[in-house]
């Protein structure tokens, strides 16, 4: 018997000295995948929006708020990816720990240098936003300070995992350099090339991999394509030799197709997050599958 | 001979030591231009690493100046950012622009009408809490402005899962009752919502209290307790100063990641101004159903029901109950069909049946502007049946705040 209250005892001694585990909502399954990279067994993380949905029009379902009821951390890209949604998420779970300025959320793009930042604030220029482009994931450097950011807040909300944060933290930046040199080879020989996009979703990706993006099959941002505008963007293939038309996969490659047909210009069509196709399930499989599919498209 | 040969003797003698000298001589100069190149190399040396000190040195001014440029735009930023997010709360105005064709028309239809323009303002009042503030100016008889809602959310309460509303606002009772005009899905309100609740919905002064209900199943349940006051339309008169009571229970399930289900109960209760404590009972159900198996393509049919008991005299009491159901079908990311059935009866005379069939389309030009024609059939059991075209337009300026999920 005192054998069974000694060992009752030490276990609820050494329960509570054991780490728990921390829930962590990301509006994005890009975020959610650094997220599992640097937290592994110590968080269990959410997604509200997946990788083939665009992030600037998710819905503010309910049952997003009681997923973020119950989390200690929630992180969004930033840059007002999710005006749409995000207050009524935070306003709605009834989690005080979450709402903005709070140690439970997280903007990634607090140390991201923004591009893209508009001088000027008009509707009538399209979806502009403000702080500038919200891509910015599609960078992978971009990644390692997004990633330095969520260990920081990982080992503020969990102290006692904070050695396994930084190492898990090292490895994923040791793998992204690893893989930059690998990315960068395969696209090297395209470096200076011409692009077309539907959206201004590769501003990043094109300024690390030293690609030119001349211009975009939407009008203005969040515009979609007017036949006038389309025509004039086969013109722009022409003249400027642009070889690949860059098609976000979460967007219709109708207008790509259209303006392909009538320039000779490839269309690819690739994944902009980590679930978006078939073989993406983390950050690095994403990329991969991006740079595979762009180095594809100017082979013959 | 000897001659000759003591000369050539002093020749072969002399010459090499002539040469040995002239050598010397050129091994010396040699020797002083190679001091002299490496002195040179050696200032070119110099020189170079003065300019690359120098370039260094220009760099890091460069980037020192630069890092200033940068805190000073970033501090500019965040000061102007602070500024008008602490002190502007975001306005927004929405304007509602419409043309009714009715054959039956009474005033404002078959004409232009800027039916309402609201102005919207919104921001956090402090730590705890958001105000919201909507004022209406209304083109009906003339222009008028009146209050549609101000109130406080209180966000955080010493009760976890509590929130909190005050002031005038949309009480939770149903789901389209709590939509704005420009938010419907349709240019006008439901039958049922209209005799039951008032022409463009209910709207009163008062107190809600929201609470998440936890449940192993992580479903959303929000249960929705109020107070208000009876000056308006639903009870049939605003001589009572009696509290009117609600309940609103609503209920959201994800099927699958592209289905939900939406149920939700309603329950209102206040004297009706009869007389002898006489009461109006209200009762509402609401379901929604949400799809989108298609990207682009999303299906949300909604139906609401609702039971009206108002007693006048002892043993006579009016019973009376009204629906409609909605199926709306998202044709391409920009355009929108939709139909509408109402049923109807009015609170204080249940023999008299309204039905209407309505059908239409919505263009939305962006998130910021929509098109839309309806046409309704109305069959009236007491009057002429009428045939109605509705042309509309909606837009926003501001940074009108998020819509809730529907």
């Known amino acids: ?300 | 001979m000897k001659n000759f040969l003591i000369c050539i003797f002093v020749i072969l003698f002399m010459c090499p030591q002539a040469k040995a000298d002239e050598l010397s001589e050129l091994k010396s100069m040699f020797q002083q231009m190679q001091v002299q190149m490496s002195e040179m190399a050696g200032r070119i040396e110099q020189l170079e690493r003065e300019k690359q000190t120098q370039a260094a040195k220009d760099k890091q001014e460069i980037n020192q100046l630069q890092a200033q440029v940068e805190k000073l735009e970033q501090s500019e930023t965040k000061e102007s950012k602070s500024f008008f997010s602490t002190l502007n709360p975001q306005v927004s105005v929405l304007g509602d622009f419409i043309y009714k064709i009715d054959e039956n028309g009474g005033e404002g239809d078959n004409d232009f009408n800027m039916r309402e323009v609201e102005l919207a303002f919104s921001a956090n009042v402090d730590t705890w809490a958001r105000g919201d503030v909507v004022v209406a100016i209304e083109n009906e008889d003339g222009t008028e402005v009146a209050l549609e809602e101000a109130y406080l959310t209180l966000l955080e309460t010493p009760i976890e899962n509590l929130q909190g509303k005050f002031g005038k606002f949309r009480p939770f009772f149903g789901k389209v009752n709590q939509m704005h005009l420009h938010q419907l899905p349709w240019s006008d309100y439901p039958l049922a919502v209209q005799n039951f609740l008032g022409e463009e919905g209910w709207s009163e002064h008062g107190v809600a209290l929201n609470y998440l209900i936890p449940n192993p199943a992580d479903i959303y349940s929000e249960l929705t307790i109020g107070g208000f006051n009876s000056g308006s339309t639903v009870l049939g008169g605003d001589e009572e100063n009696e509290t009117v009571y609600t309940a609103h229970w609503k209920n959201f399930f994800d099927i699958t990641d592209e289905t939900s289900f939406e149920l939700g109960t309603s329950f209102l209760t206040g004297e009706n101004g009869n007389g002898d404590g006489a009461r109006t009972y209200l009762s509402g159900v609401d379901v929604t159903l949400n799809t989108e198996l298609l990207k682009d393509r999303r299906t949300t049919s909604h139906t609401e029901v609702l039971f009206n008991t108002h007693e006048q005299a002892p043993g006579d009491d009016i019973h009376s109950w009204g629906m409609f159901t909605s199926l709306e079908q998202q044709l391409t990311n920009r355009w929108w069909a939709f139909g509408r059935y109402d049923f109807s009866q009015t609170p204080t005379a249940s023999e008299v049946d309204t039905r209407a069939y309505s059908t239409g389309l919505t263009f939305a030009q962006s998130e910021y502007v929509f098109w839309r024609a309806m046409f309704t059939r109305t069959d009236n059991e007491t009057s002429d049946d009428d045939n109605t075209v509705w042309l509309q337009m909606d837009f926003s300026i501001g940074p009108h705040k998020p819509h809730a999920y529907r």
Do not use: C
């Not at chain 1, 607090?110 to 399209?126: F, H, N, Q, T, W």
């Open chain 1, 1 to 300: 018997m005192k054998k069974i209250i000694l060992t009752t005892l030490l276990l609820g001694l050494a329960l509570p000295a054991q780490a728990r585990i921390l829930n962590v909502v990301t509006t994005t399954t890009d975020l959610k995948s650094v997220v599992e990279s640097i937290g592994k067994d110590k968080v269990k993380v959410f997604s509200l929006g997946d990788g083939d949905q665009n992030y600037h029009f998710l819905s503010a379902k309910p049952s997003y708020m009681v997923k973020a009821k119950k989390a200690d951390l929630f992180i969004r890209v930033g840059l007002d990816l999710e005006i749409g949604y995000e207050s009524l998420i935070l306003d709605g779970s009834r989690n005080p720990a979450i709402r903005v300025g709070r140690q439970g959320h997280l903007d990634a793009s607090e140390k991201i240098k923004p591009l893209d930042v508009p001088d000027k604030v008009d509707r009538s220029l399209g979806d502009i936003h403000v702080g500038g482009n919200p891509h910015y994931w599609l960078d992978p450097l971009n990644m390692k300070i997004v990633a330095l950011s969520i260990a920081s807040r990982l080992s503020e909300l969990s102290p006692e995992n904070r050695s396994a944060f930084e190492k898990n933290l090292a490895d994923f930046n040791m793998k992204i350099d690893l893989k930059m040199n690998e990315w960068k080879k395969k696209l090297e020989p395209y470096a200076g090339e011409k692009l077309i996009t539907y959206h201004k979703t590769w501003t990043y990706f094109s300024g690390r991999f030293g690609f030119e993006i001349i211009g975009e099959l939407e009008p203005k941002p969040g515009v979609p394509p007017s036949p006038s505008h389309l025509m004039n963007v086969v013109n722009m293939v022409k003249e400027n030799n642009v070889k690949i038309i860059l098609n976000e996969n979460i967007y219709t490659d109708d207008a790509a197709r259209y303006v392909a047909e009538r320039s000779g210009a490839v269309v690819v069509s690739a994944p902009i997050s980590v679930g978006g196709a078939k073989g993406t399930d983390d950050y690095f499989l994403l990329m991969d599958k991006i740079v595979q599919d762009v180095a594809g498209g100017f082979q013959p």
